[in-house]
């Protein structure tokens, strides 16, 4: 099963100055995975509390490697993070933030029913040996009843259909009770009718919650739909505001050649 958790070291020096207001702060970030190939140019971006932001970008333009910097699983090369006015990996310890990764990420035949895989989003509030509090399994269970799953609780995790198994892996990063809700490419392998579900989920857990919810994907429609604010990255930030802001020029710039072989055409968002 992929990790749940961010990181188990603390960078303090990656800490950012944070703007009150803020849920996560960017400040001239760059990261390279080989000296000289720049994944990320000094990118800088500050996302209120409270915010929907989706993040699209072509393959390989830098969008899961931010990801990964905000969960405090890579380090900037230069530029520095803050996450509630914490390092990433402090905000991760302290149970701000809440991750759901990619379905194809996650091992989904290990023998674990979904009750089981729900509750593993509270063994970083209790450790591993420790007695869940009431609170704890309260949040378990309002996780489940929230995104729709509560009569599958004795199911096997293996047994769902994609659109189910996105939605268990949900609650378990709802039960941990984070401020910060990220998700990576939520909506690979759902249907459309699945992709619409879940979006109208994304918006009740958002209402019911009170998160930040950061959303990585290449599904530039059911981002400029679903979201607040939509940044538009490859390698550099091209585009962080409002989708009615979005231009023409932006989104050519950005995607290039890109949107074609995504089956999107600027044409597809209106004038």
Same mark, same amino acid.
């Given at each position: ?40 140019? &000094? ?8 915010? =929907?932001? /989706? #993040? +699209? $970008?072509?393959? *390989? ?47 989904? &035949? ?8 729900? =509750?593993? /989003? #509270? +063994? $970083?509030?209790? *450790? ?65 009718? *699945? ?65 074609? *072989? ?10």
């Amino acid at each position: 099963m992929a990790e749940q958790h961010c990181c188990h070291q603390d960078h303090s020096a990656e800490l950012a100055s944070h703007h009150d207001g803020d849920a996560v702060c960017v400040d001239h970030v760059s990261f390279s995975y080989v000296p000289g190939v720049r994944i990320l140019e &000094t990118v800088t971006m500050h996302i209120p509390r409270g915010t =929907r932001l /989706g #993040i +699209v $970008g072509p393959n *390989g333009g830098g969008k899961s490697t931010l990801l990964k910097l905000i969960l405090g699983l890579l380090r900037p090369g230069a530029g520095r993070i803050s996450v509630f006015g914490r390092s990433p990996s402090q905000a991760c310890h302290a149970g701000m933030i809440g991750y759901v990764p990619q379905r194809h990420d996650v091992e989904i &035949t290990f023998p674990f029913n979904v009750a089981q895989v729900v =509750r593993q /989003g #509270i +063994v $970083g509030r209790t *450790g591993m040996f420790r007695r869940a509090s009431d609170d704890d399994r309260r949040a378990v269970v309002q996780a489940m009843e929230r995104v729709g799953i509560a009569d599958l609780a004795a199911q096997p995790v293996g047994d769902l259909s994609g659109g189910q198994q996105q939605r268990v892996f949900l609650a378990r990063a709802l039960a941990a009770r984070p401020q910060l809700l990220v998700l990576d490419e939520p909506l690979v392998g759902i249907d459309e009718v *699945g992709q619409a579900r879940f979006a109208q989920l994304m918006e009740e857990v958002h209402r019911a919650y009170g998160l930040t919810v950061l959303i990585v994907s290449h599904d530039l429609r059911a981002i400029v739909a679903g979201c607040d604010r939509v940044a538009c990255l490859n390698r550099r930030l091209h585009f962080h505001d409002a989708p009615a802001g979005l231009t023409r020029n932006v989104l050519a710039e950005v995607f290039d050649h890109s949107l074609a *072989g995504a089956g999107l055409g600027l044409g597809d968002l209106g004038p």
